[in-house]
């Protein structure tokens, strides 16, 4: 048997010596580096980057779709981009929900279907600015009960400078309300009014009064006999309700502070526990629920729908209360609270759910009510109590301030970003405009510390500290985490470690995903301060044809800022050392293995690596400035950029995270602009480092969820929900 192996081996040995001689005389007609070109039979691309990219497609079809649901439907008018869905508009479907514009003024949705209309065609919907939006109720149903009835007549309409009435309070008895309050009278007078509720016409309701009191005393048959109407005692003309005869007429699109509402109210019923309005315009015949709204809440499909730094376009989102027991309260103009206090998830299409706390349960809700949220003075020539929305306009301000807001050493930075060019591609820093849809600043910058940080599958690496920036490709556009293709990594310095594992995978999952192909199973070992590789080789391609084992042992290191060079210093085939009979040919390894891919190729006896490209996109761009080989892997360390400014991760972001600031990000169907978005596994433990899979993000992520700041930051938990 012993004799048989050795006959074997040394017939593979003589078949390599011919195959030597061959090459020889065939290296010496061409220059090793081109014959080495190792060109796969076809230019399909690798199976990870056809995955990736039918993963794209499928993505980008959701994107692109135009929702329709119960009789309603979204028009796109403008070309899809990485920062507009092109829809103007959304389609809203609401149930359960006692909705506040804010503190007590709102309604309880039974249940409603309605468009939100931009104010701008082209802007979003920006929840913290309701002026630029009109909601367009089709059908549904609300009611109002005695503390928003009061609301809305004593802490907004009637609460200006120079009011007549003051102190009101409006209680729904069985077919009629009673308001009681005070009139001025060169004093002020108790007043109370007992009366019906109906729709003069299409755009205005009115309250008439059927019995009347002044100061405890009834003052019908009086006001009778002296032909006196309620006009003739109180002097009430405002931009949402005047009196006329014995009538208190109101606008019902302005009985709310913004967003404008326009809705058409079919019937209206009274009952103790409140007005019931039934509302329809009659372009819809019911209300057909879509498969994603929650028992209780509300659903929003198609357009852009800004909230704070986060924009979801072609918007798929559900909001729902967490606890599904108490009445659930969503405060507009404090909606932001409620988001702080909540929490979001995402399934891997992009679709978003809101999980929010009731207002009412917050500790804000407690002492709004203690210090009577709203009861300031509007002023008298607004002739309502405009003070609402002076207060949310001023909050917003403040807000934005802090969500638009670039340190100056970063403002600096973006001017002097330096291109990034590979293959004719540059991509510059952007000059949109400051909007709603993008931010000043640089591309965003990242820092990683202690994470296994995977491109794809097993291909990736071991960051121990790392700081870079996501430079887009194009001018102006956000970095979009779905396409690794559209961005580029620039590294500004730090270091990480190559697993072997990982290194093999880079190989055997990537590089060599081809035929014909000379080389195959790659395993690589730390050996004595070297690298040993095992697999098998074909001379030529396919010569034998099988794979002949091999092991190569040698060393490697930097040979420049860009490139790796392996170099064998010991290469056996089938047992068999052949170093030394193929530096007697004077044959390179290159010339019997041919092998050039991407980022990677056999020159000669060495091969040469180059980290700009050898991984799957993105583009990776750094300075080397050493290469260990170690037990744990390769140890790669990166110059540091002298000058250019680097994320700075928040105090307590822990010890294994991904921290990206500034610029503008696009993850899922959201776009985050002038984002803070720290990505962590609360499920860690210790010093244990995270995972992240940058092309199956959307996997990890849905198996979290996210934590939204007031200041519109961004903390994505990967850890599993269940």
Same mark, same amino acid.
Not at 672 to 692: C, H, K, Q, Y
């Given at each position: 048997m012993t004799r048989f192996v050795a006959a074997t081996a040394m017939l593979y040995a003589s078949l390599i010596v011919s195959a030597c001689a061959d090459a020889n005389s065939a290296a010496s007609q061409a220059s090793p580096t081109h014959a080495a070109a190792d060109q796969p039979a076809s230019s399909a691309l690798p199976s990870i980057e056809a995955a990736k990219q039918k993963q794209l497609s499928n993505e980008q079809a959701v994107a692109n779709r135009v929702p329709s649901a119960s009789g309603m439907s979204a028009k796109r008018a403008r070309p899809l981009t990485l920062r507009d869905s092109g829809i103007d508009g959304s389609m809203m479907f609401a149930r359960d929900v006692d909705f506040r514009v804010t503190g007590e003024i709102g309604f309880q949705i039974g249940q409603m279907a309605a468009s939100l209309v931009p104010a701008r065609p082209g802007s979003p919907i920006v929840f913290d600015d309701p002026r630029s939006v009109?909601?367009?109720?089709?059908?549904?149903?609300?009611?109002?009960?005695?503390?928003? *009835?009061?609301?809305?007549?004593?802490?907004y309409l009637f609460q200006y400078q120079g009011s007549p009435l003051r102190n009101m309070r409006v209680v729904p008895e069985e077919g009629r309300l009673?308001?009681?309050?005070?009139? /001025?009278?060169?004093?002020?007078?108790?007043?109370?009014?007992?009366?019906?509720?109906?729709? &003069?016409? %299409?755009?205005e309701m009115a309250f008439h009064a059927e019995h009347v009191e002044v100061a405890g005393v009834g003052a019908d048959k009086l006001m009778q006999a002296a032909h006196v109407k309620m006009a003739d005692l109180l002097k009430v003309d405002t931009p949402v309700a005047r009196l006329d005869g014995d009538d208190v007429v109101m606008q019902v699109a302005k009985l709310t502070p913004p967003p404008a509402l326009n809705m058409t109210i079919e019937r209206i019923a009274i009952h103790p526990d409140g007005v019931r309005f039934t509302l329809d315009d009659h372009t819809l015949k019911d209300i057909a629920w879509p498969a994603s709204m929650p028992a209780r809440g509300l659903l929003i499909e198609g357009g852009d729908v800004k909230f704070m730094r986060s924009m979801p376009m072609n918007i798929d989102m559900a909001i729902t209360p967490i606890d599904a027991n108490a009445p659930f309260v969503l405060d507009l103009y404090r909606y932001r609270e409620q988001m702080a206090a909540g929490y979001l998830t995402f399934d891997e299409a992009g679709a978003l759910t809101v999980h929010l706390p009731s207002y009412a349960a917050l500790a804000s809700a407690s002492r709004d009510t203690m210090r009577g949220v709203g009861v300031g003075v509007g002023s008298a020539s607004a002739k309502l109590n405009d003070s609402f929305i002076r207060e949310q306009q001023a909050s917003l301000a403040v807000a934005r301030a802090q969500w638009q807001r670039v340190p100056p050493n970063l403002l600096n930075a973006a001017a002097r970003t330096v291109p990034v060019s590979f293959n004719g591609s540059t991509a510059l820093k952007g000059s949109a405009q400051q909007d709603e849809r993008s931010s000043s600043g640089p591309a965003p910058l990242i820092h990683v510390q202690n994470v296994d940080f995977y491109v794809s599958g097993r291909i990736g690496f071991h960051v121990r500290s790392l700081d870079a920036q996501m430079v887009p490709k194009h001018p102006g556009q956000p970095v979009d985490l779905d396409d690794p293709t559209q961005y580029d990594i620039r590294i500004i310095g730090g270091e990480v470690v190559e697993p072997w594992p990982a290194m093999a995978a880079?190989?055997?999952?990537?590089? +060599?995903?081809?035929?014909?192909?000379? *080389?195959?199973?790659? /395993?690589?070992?730390?050996?004595?301060?070297g690298l040993q590789v095992k697999g098998g080789i074909k001379l030529w391609n396919h010569f034998p044809g099988v794979w002949l084992p091999t092991t190569m042992r040698g060393t490697i290191d930097v040979r420049d800022e860009r490139h790796l060079v392996y170099r064998p210093e010991s290469v056996e085939v089938l047992g068999v050392? /052949? @170093?030394?009979?193929?530096?007697?040919?004077?044959?390179?390894?290159? %010339? +019997?293995? #041919? !092998?050039?891919?991407k980022g990677v190729a056999l020159e000669g006896n060495e091969l040469v690596f180059d980290q700009y490209a050898v991984f799957p996109p993105p583009l990776l761009q750094g300075r080397l400035s050493g290469a260990r080989v170690t037990d744990d892997g390769l140890v790669l360390s990166f110059?540091?950029?002298?000058?250019? #400014?680097? @994320?700075?991760?928040? %105090?307590?972001?822990?010890?294994?995270?991904?921290?990206?600031?500034?610029?503008?990000?696009?993850? !899922?169907?959201?776009l985050?602009?002038?984002?803070?978005?720290?990505?962590?596994?609360?499920? &860690?433990?210790?010093?244990?480092?995270?995972? !992240?899979d940058l092309y199956a993000y959307r996997r990890d992520v849905a198996e979290g969820k996210v934590l939204m700041g007031v200041d519109g930051g961004l903390v994505v938990d990967l850890a599993g929900r269940f």
């Open positions: 009109t909601i367009d109720v089709h059908r549904g149903d609300v009611t109002l009960d005695s503390a928003k *009835l009061t609301a809305i007549f004593d802490r009673r308001i009681t309050g005070e009139m /001025q009278r060169g004093g002020w007078v108790p007043i109370v009014l007992t009366g019906t509720l109906s729709m &003069r016409n %299409a755009s880079l190989f055997n999952d990537y590089l +060599l995903d081809y035929t014909p192909r000379s *080389l195959n199973d790659l /395993q690589l070992t730390p050996v004595d301060g050392p /052949q @170093a030394g009979m193929l530096r007697a040919l004077d044959v390179p390894l290159a %010339a +019997l293995t #041919p !092998f050039r891919r110059k540091r950029e002298v000058g250019v #400014p680097v @994320a700075r991760p928040p %105090a307590g972001a822990g010890t294994s995270f991904v921290w990206i600031e500034a610029g503008d990000v696009k993850m !899922f169907n959201a985050v602009v002038n984002g803070r978005t720290l990505i962590r596994d609360s499920a &860690r433990v210790g010093a244990e480092p995270m995972r !992240f």
